[in-house]
C-alpha cells in the first residue's frame, strides 16, 4: 500500500476534465493537484520499545521480523480514512507504532501477546491496513510501548473441505490471494468489500466485514464457520459444526472484536464453488423510495440475486455506481445493479424470479450494461477520493442500517446533518447515497460526502461526522454495518449497547487481556 | 402441561396394537401400561422460601401471582426428558422449587431479580417447561431458597412492522399463540420444533431453538432482530439494524444464554407473510449416504425447501416420520421429505428448481402422501414416547450437528456408542436417525434410541447418554444442535467451548449476575 493513500501507484491517475470542470463549478476549487510529501522526510515519533524488549521479541518471530526501520513503521501508522490520509499529507510528526513484527504462525503470535502483556506493551493488530474508522492508530494509552502485529505471513490455505463447503485460511490472506488459493480448488469465497485488493481474511473478521455480494454470499460473519484466536491468557479454537445450541455462540464475541479481545490468527470459512454462470442486470426507478422497496419486495420473497445494490437520485446522477462516467452526462432516476451466480439452472430461475418481482415493482430493463459498468469500476472509489484530496476536495463515507419502514426516515436524518454540518462551516456539500447491503428485515445505507476543504478539513470532517453519527443514533440506526468502531465510532457505542452492554464488553476483555495491552483506545469505551 | 408426561390430556392415548406386537418380539416386554401416580399424593421438598421474602417478592408481582401451591411446584419441578420424566413417575419426593412467581412485564422481572440477588435466592426462568435438557432443574446450589419465575403473563404481541417484517413477542408467547396473534397481521413466524405447542418465544431464544421449517425460515437464533434482557445488574435491549458491524453481536451472547445470563423478556423477530402456496413432496433414496448427498447438493445451490429432511433406513423402516404407521408394514430405503412455502411464483420456481437437483441426485419422487403424514403428526412423537415409558421401554432422543464431510463417521460413532452402551447392560438398542436441520456446511443428525427398560432405567440411560456425548465430542460434532446444554450437557461445555471459553462465559455471568443467582448448575461448568 502507498503510505499517505489508497492502493498501488498503479492505480492512481490524475482527475477526468470532466470532473475537474464540476468540481470548478460546484466547489469553485481549481481542480489542480497539490504536491504530496516525500517519504523519506517524514517524521515519526521517536521509537520507545527498549531494546531488551526489541530483543526478546524478535527472538519471538526472528530477528528479521521485528523491524524498526522508517518505513515500516510510517506504513503502519493508521488506515485509510480520509481523516488519516489528510493526517499523513499534513506536516509534523506521525505517530507510528514503536516497532512492527512480522510473526509467521499462531504460537508465534501468543508468544508475542504473552511477552507483551508481562511487559506493558500495547499491540495492534494489523491485516491490510485499510481501517477507514481508525482501528489500527497505535495508541500508546499508558503503555510503555505499541508495536503492531503484521499478520500478512499468515498467508496459508490449510484445510479444505470441497464436500462441506469449507476452508480455512490464515489471517494476512488477503482477497485476491484467497480467491487464488480457493481457485487452485475450483472454490471461492466470494466476499468482496471495496477494500478487497488490500484487506485480509482477519481483518474481514475482527471488523464483521460485508462485501458486494452480501446478499448472495452473506456478511463476513455469516461466512464464520471456525475461528482460532490468540490471546493474551490463552488460545480459543471456536465453532464444532454448522450451528450448534451449546450456549451463547463465542465466535459472535470475537467476530467484530477488532483486536480488542485477541487476534484472529485463522478463519475456518463457508466456500462455494466457482459460479459456473454470471448474469448481471441493471434497473432503473423512478425515484430511491420505489427502487428500495422494490429491492425489499425481492429480498422478502427468498429471491435475493448475488449482488443487489440502489444508488440514490444524487448518486445516480453523478454517475458515481459507473467509475468510467464519473461527472459525465447526468442520469435520472436511480440506478440499481443485480448480479446472479450459481449453477445455470439457479442463475436461470433465480434471475427470472427477481426480475419478475423488480419490473412488478415500477423498475425499468436497462440491461447488463450499467451493471457491467458497476462491476468493472467496483474497487476505484478509494482512488478516486485520493484524486480529490490533492485538490482540494474534501470526500469521505460513512454507513449505518436499520430496518425498511426506517430506511428513508433515517436518510433523510443523516443527509441533513451532513449538509447542514458542511454548510454550517460556508462550504456547500455533495451528498450521495446507496443501499447496498439487503436482508429480510432492513438495509445498509452508504453515505458518500463531496465538499470543498477549509483550512483545517480534519477538523472541517470531524464537525460533520459528529453529526452524522449522532443523526444515526438519534434515529435508530446502527453507528456502523461494515466499517467496524475502531476509535472513531468508540464514542457512540455505548448507545449502541447500552451501559450493561459496555460493562459486559469490558468483562470479557479483562478475562482474555487482563494487562489490558491489545488495541488500546478501540471499540470498548 | 401434564405433571408427569408431555403435552395435555387429550393428546395420550394408549399404544396401538401393532406397536405393541412390536415390542413383544424385539424387546420382550407386554405392552402393558403401568398405573401412574396421583399427582395429589406425590411428597415434595419442603418449601425453603422465608415468609419474609414471599412476602417481599408478593409485593413485587402480586399476591396472587406468588405461588406456593403443590400443583404450581410440582409442575414446575422440572422439564420433559426421558430422565425427567421417569423421576416424575418414580417414588419418591420430588424436588421442586420453593415457590413459583408468575411476573406481569419485564420491569417486575427485573424487580424479582435485583430483590433475589440482594437476598440469595436462586431464580430458574421458566418458559413452556419443555427442557429435555436439565434447564428447569431447581438446583439450589447452596442459595438459601429456589424459585421458578414463570413467564405465561409476558404474553402479548406488543409491535408489529410488516414493511420490516418483523415483531416483538412478550418471552411468555407460545408457538400457537405467536401464530395466532401474527395470523391477525397476515403475517407468521414459522418457528416449529417439536415442542411448538407448549414451548415460548423467550424459552427459544435462550436455548437457540432450531424449528422443522428451519432450512426456510432459519433457526429461531437467526430470527432474533432485538433482545430484551433483564438481568440482575440491570437491562439490556440489544439489537440496532438488520446487520451491524458495531462489534461483538451481544446478541448471540445472550440467545442460548439459558437464563444464567438473564431473563429474556421480550424478543424482536422476523415474520413473513401467511405463505400465499405451500407446496409437499416426499422422495425416497436408496440409502442414508445418497439422501444427505442429495440434501447437500440442494442446500449448497441456495435452493432449499422450507422444510427438508431425511429419516436414515432404520428410522423410515420403523415409519417413525409417519406417525400414524409407526410399526407398520416395513418400507426400504430412506425416506426425504420436503415442504416449500412462499409466493405461488417463489413456490414454483424452488420447488423445480430442488426437485431436479433432488431426482438427479439418485431420488425417487413419491409424491406429496408421505409428507403431509409426515406433517400430520409431526408434534405426535412425544405423546408416543410416554406411552412407550409406561409400558417399560426406555425412549429418549439427542442430537448434535457436524460439517457434511463427517456426517457419516459421526452417525456411525453415535450409533454404536449407544448400541454397546445398552447391549453392554444386556438389553438390545433400536438407534433410529434423521436430519431435520440442514445448512451450506453441514446438518444436524436427531437419534432416537429404544431400549427395554432396566430396573433402574435412568441409571441405564446416563450410560448411553455418556457413551453418545463422548462420542460426538470424539468425532467432532456439537454437543447439541437445538435442545440446549442445560444440567445435562454441562459436562461437555469444556469440550465444546474450551477452557479459555469458559472463562470467557464466567466473566460474563459475573458481570450480569455476580450473586450468581440465575439458574444454577446449568450451562457454565
Same mark, same amino acid.
Given at each position: 500500500?502507498?503510505?499517505?493513500?489508497?492502493?498501488?501507484?498503479?492505480?492512481?491517475? &490524475?482527475? &477526468?476534465?470532466?470532473?475537474?470542470?464540476?468540481?470548478?463549478?460546484?466547489?469553485?476549487?481549481?481542480g489542480?493537484?497539490?504536491?504530496?510529501?516525500? !517519504?523519506?522526510?517524514?517524521?515519526?515519533? !521517536?521509537?520507545a520499545?527498549?531494546s #531488551?524488549?526489541?530483543?526478546?521479541l524478535?527472538?519471538v518471530?526472528?530477528?528479521g521480523?521485528?523491524?524498526?526501520?522508517?518505513g515500516d513503521?510510517?506504513r %503502519?501508522a493508521?488506515?485509510?480514512?480520509?481523516?488519516?490520509?489528510l493526517?499523513?499529507?499534513?506536516?509534523g510528526?506521525?505517530?507510528a507504532?514503536?516497532?512492527?513484527?512480522?510473526?509467521?504462525?499462531?504460537d508465534?503470535?501468543a508468544?508475542?501477546?504473552a511477552?507483551?502483556?508481562?511487559?506493558r506493551?500495547?499491540?495492534?493488530? @494489523?491485516g491490510?491496513?485499510?481501517?477507514?474508522v481508525?482501528?489500527?492508530?497505535?495508541?500508546r494509552?499508558?503503555?510503555?510501548?505499541?508495536?503492531t502485529?503484521?499478520?500478512?505471513?499468515?498467508?496459508?490455505?490449510?484445510?479444505?473441505?470441497?464436500?462441506?463447503?469449507t476452508?480455512?485460511?490464515?489471517?494476512?490472506?488477503t482477497?485476491?490471494?484467497a480467491?487464488?488459493?480457493?481457485?487452485e480448488?475450483g472454490l471461492?469465497l466470494?466476499?468482496?468489500?471495496?477494500?478487497?485488493?488490500?484487506?485480509?481474511?482477519?481483518?474481514?473478521a475482527?471488523?464483521?466485514s460485508?462485501?458486494?455480494?452480501?446478499?448472495?454470499?452473506?456478511r @463476513?460473519?455469516?461466512?464464520?464457520?471456525?475461528?482460532r484466536?490468540?490471546?493474551?491468557?490463552?488460545?480459543?479454537?471456536l465453532g464444532?459444526? &454448522?450451528?450448534s445450541a451449546?450456549?451463547?455462540d463465542?465466535?459472535?464475541?470475537f467476530?467484530?472484536?477488532?483486536?480488542?479481545?485477541?487476534?484472529?490468527?485463522?478463519?475456518?470459512?463457508?466456500?462455494?464453488?466457482?459460479?459456473e454462470?454470471?448474469?448481471?442486470?441493471?434497473w432503473?426507478f &423512478?425515484d430511491?423510495?420505489t427502487g428500495?422497496a422494490?429491492?425489499?419486495?425481492?429480498v422478502q420473497a427468498?429471491?435475493?440475486?448475488t449482488?443487489?445494490?440502489?444508488?440514490? #437520485?444524487?448518486?445516480?446522477?453523478?454517475?458515481l455506481?459507473?467509475?468510467?462516467?464519473?461527472?459525465g452526462?447526468p442520469?435520472?432516476?436511480?440506478?440499481a445493479?443485480?448480479?446472479?451466480?450459481?449453477?445455470?439452472?439457479?442463475?436461470?430461475?433465480? %434471475?427470472?424470479?427477481?426480475?419478475?418481482l423488480?419490473?412488478?415493482?415500477g423498475?425499468?430493463?436497462?440491461?447488463?450494461g450499467?451493471?457491467?459498468?458497476? #462491476?468493472?469500476?467496483?474497487?476505484?472509489?478509494?482512488?478516486?477520493?485520493?484524486a480529490?484530496?490533492?485538490?482540494?476536495?474534501?470526500? !469521505?463515507?460513512?454507513?449505518?442500517?436499520?430496518s425498511?419502514?426506517?430506511?428513508?426516515?433515517?436518510?433523510?436524518?443523516?443527509?441533513?446533518?451532513?449538509?447542514?454540518?458542511?454548510?454550517?462551516?460556508g462550504?456547500p456539500?455533495?451528498?450521495?447515497?446507496?443501499?447496498?447491503?439487503?436482508?429480510?428485515?432492513?438495509?445498509?445505507?452508504? @453515505?458518500?460526502?463531496?465538499?470543498?476543504?477549509?483550512?483545517?478539513?480534519?477538523?472541517?470532517?470531524?464537525?460533520?461526522k459528529?453529526?452524522?453519527g449522532?443523526?444515526?443514533?438519534?434515529?435508530g440506526?446502527?453507528?456502523?454495518?461494515?466499517?467496524a468502531?475502531?476509535?472513531?465510532h468508540?464514542?457512540?457505542?455505548?448507545?449502541?449497547?447500552?451501559?450493561l452492554?459496555?460493562?459486559?464488553?469490558?468483562?470479557?476483555?479483562?478475562?482474555?487481556?487482563?494487562?489490558?495491552?491489545?488495541?488500546?483506545?478501540?471499540?470498548?469505551?
Amino acid at each position: 500500500m502507498v503510505w499517505d493513500a489508497w492502493g498501488v501507484p498503479s492505480g492512481h491517475a &490524475p482527475l &477526468p476534465d470532466k470532473i475537474r470542470t464540476l468540481l470548478t463549478q460546484v466547489f469553485g476549487v481549481s481542480g489542480e493537484p497539490v504536491a504530496r510529501r516525500d !517519504e523519506g522526510g517524514v517524521p515519526l515519533s !521517536e521509537s520507545a520499545l527498549k531494546s #531488551e524488549h526489541a530483543a526478546a521479541l524478535a527472538a519471538v518471530v526472528g530477528v528479521g521480523n521485528l523491524s524498526t526501520a522508517h518505513g515500516d513503521r510510517l506504513r %503502519h501508522a493508521g488506515g485509510k480514512s480520509t481523516p488519516d490520509l489528510l493526517r499523513r499529507r499534513a506536516d509534523g510528526v506521525q505517530a507510528a507504532p514503536d516497532a512492527v513484527l512480522f510473526p509467521a504462525d499462531h504460537d508465534e503470535v501468543a508468544a508475542v501477546l504473552a511477552y507483551c502483556s508481562a511487559h506493558r506493551i500495547a499491540v495492534v493488530p @494489523f491485516g491490510g491496513g485499510t481501517s477507514v474508522v481508525g482501528g489500527l492508530d497505535p495508541i500508546r494509552d499508558g503503555f510503555d510501548a505499541v508495536i503492531t502485529l503484521d499478520l500478512c505471513r499468515l498467508d496459508t490455505l490449510t484445510e479444505v473441505d470441497p464436500v462441506s463447503g469449507t476452508a480455512t485460511l490464515g489471517a494476512g490472506v488477503t482477497g485476491p490471494q484467497a480467491e487464488r488459493l480457493l481457485a487452485e480448488h475450483g472454490l471461492s469465497l466470494g466476499h468482496f468489500p471495496q477494500s478487497f485488493e488490500f484487506a485480509t481474511i482477519g481483518g474481514f473478521a475482527a471488523t464483521r466485514s460485508s462485501g458486494q455480494a452480501s446478499a448472495g454470499y452473506g456478511r @463476513f460473519d455469516d461466512m464464520i464457520q471456525r475461528l482460532r484466536v490468540a490471546t493474551p491468557a490463552g488460545s480459543l479454537d471456536l465453532g464444532r459444526g &454448522p450451528a450448534s445450541a451449546a450456549g451463547p455462540d463465542l465466535r459472535e464475541l470475537f467476530a467484530g472484536s477488532e483486536g480488542v479481545f485477541g487476534v484472529v490468527t485463522a478463519v475456518t470459512l463457508r466456500v462455494h464453488p466457482v459460479p459456473e454462470t454470471v448474469a448481471r442486470q441493471a434497473w432503473s426507478f &423512478p425515484d430511491f423510495a420505489t427502487g428500495a422497496a422494490a429491492l425489499r419486495t425481492v429480498v422478502q420473497a427468498g429471491a435475493a440475486p448475488t449482488v443487489l445494490r440502489l444508488s440514490d #437520485e444524487v448518486e445516480t446522477g453523478m454517475n458515481l455506481a459507473r467509475s468510467h462516467d464519473v461527472g459525465g452526462r447526468p442520469v435520472g432516476g436511480c440506478l440499481a445493479v443485480t448480479t446472479f451466480e450459481g449453477t445455470a439452472a439457479h442463475v436461470a430461475a433465480r %434471475h427470472a424470479e427477481a426480475s419478475a418481482l423488480l419490473a412488478a415493482a415500477g423498475g425499468t430493463d436497462l440491461g447488463a450494461g450499467p451493471a457491467d459498468d458497476w #462491476e468493472h469500476g467496483r474497487f476505484a472509489a478509494p482512488y478516486l477520493r485520493d484524486a480529490l484530496l490533492d485538490t482540494g476536495i474534501l470526500c !469521505e463515507t460513512l454507513e449505518t442500517a436499520t430496518s425498511w419502514s426506517n430506511l428513508s426516515t433515517l436518510k433523510a436524518a443523516v443527509t441533513t446533518a451532513l449538509v447542514d454540518a458542511l454548510t454550517g462551516q460556508g462550504t456547500p456539500a455533495l451528498v450521495m447515497c446507496h443501499i447496498s447491503h439487503t436482508y429480510p428485515a432492513g438495509a445498509s445505507l452508504y @453515505f458518500t460526502v463531496v465538499a470543498k476543504q477549509l483550512d483545517d478539513p480534519i477538523a472541517q470532517w470531524q464537525v460533520a461526522k459528529r453529526a452524522a453519527g449522532d443523526a444515526i443514533v438519534a434515529s435508530g440506526g446502527t453507528i456502523t454495518h461494515h466499517h467496524a468502531v475502531g476509535a472513531d465510532h468508540r464514542p457512540w457505542m455505548t448507545d449502541e449497547v447500552g451501559e450493561l452492554g459496555v460493562r459486559v464488553l469490558r468483562a470479557v476483555k479483562q478475562a482474555v487481556d487482563p494487562a489490558g495491552i491489545l488495541n488500546p483506545g478501540k471499540l470498548v469505551p
